[in-house]
């Protein structure tokens, strides 16, 4: 069974500094990964995704994420954190497609705080 | 284009009561996925639709939980003698055939009482 370890709970930074956040999967085989954001009261909107290819993907708002196989990591990462960045953000795992869909197993989320 | 929209935004039921939650995916779309947050907690899967039928259905929690989706579009999750556990956020989800890129609603607030 695939799962999603998120460690860290709640991040705290500064407005302008860096930003990883840590994702840790477990899969047999080669994920579909996933980065969501959801702001209060809103849905999941999808940030970015890894599906095969180039480890290093880039996603909307600035966001980047590594695939590292031989650390089953996902890792979120942003040079310049801005406070509109304050939200949860969920790292997500999916078996690919199977019978034309892609189930999705969550982490718990890792809150986000910007200091201004 | 228009999203994934859910309705209602929000629902307040006393418990025992009956519940439908329903989800109009992204047109074109032939998945469609329910899903449940609790407070605190990350989407859990109940059920995927691929076209009318349930393709996994291994998530709804027991028999009180089931889910339609009669024309291959629009879905309802229905939700019979509600408990006060059941208070979540009901997400819907929809993905092309073709893709694996899954695009979520705002979600449906339930709250038993």
């Known amino acids: 069974a695939q799962s999603v370890t998120q460690p860290d709970i709640h991040i705290t930074v500064s407005e302008g500094a860096s930003l990883e956040l840590r994702c840790n999967y477990s899969?047999?085989?080669?994920?579909?990964l996933f980065w969501y954001v959801q702001s209060p009261g809103q849905g999941l909107q999808l940030l970015l995704k890894?599906?095969?290819?180039?480890?290093l993907v880039q996603g909307i708002k600035g966001f980047e994420a590594e695939f590292k196989r031989s650390q089953s990591s996902f890792n979120l990462r942003k040079p310049s954190v801005h406070w509109s960045d304050a939200a949860e953000y969920f790292c997500?795992?999916?078996?690919?497609?199977?019978?034309?869909?892609?189930?999705?197993?969550f982490g718990t989320g890792t809150q986000l705080k910007v200091e201004l | 284009g228009a999203g994934v929209s859910q309705t209602p935004s929000n629902k307040v039921t006393e418990k025992g009561k009956y519940v439908e939650l329903r989800c109009d995916p992204i047109?074109?779309?032939?998945?469609l996925y329910w899903y449940r947050q609790s407070l605190g907690q990350g989407p859990e899967f109940l059920i995927y639709?691929?076209?009318?039928?349930?393709?996994?259905d291994s998530g709804l929690p027991n028999d009180r939980f089931f889910a339609v989706r009669p024309e291959g579009s629009v879905s309802t999750l229905k939700i019979q003698r509600t408990e006060r556990g059941d208070s979540a956020v009901y997400l819907c989800?929809?993905?092309?055939?073709?893709?694996?890129?899954?695009?979520f609603g705002e979600g449906s607030w339930l709250t038993v009482v």
């Open positions: 639709f691929q076209g009318t039928g349930a393709a996994d």
């Open positions: 890894y599906f095969s290819g180039d480890t």
């Open positions: 899969y047999g085989a080669t994920p579909y």
């Open positions: 989800a929809s993905s092309p055939y073709s893709g694996n890129t899954i695009y």
């Open positions: 997500a795992v999916g078996a690919g497609l199977t019978g034309g869909g892609n189930k999705l197993t």
């Open positions: 047109s074109g779309h032939t998945a």
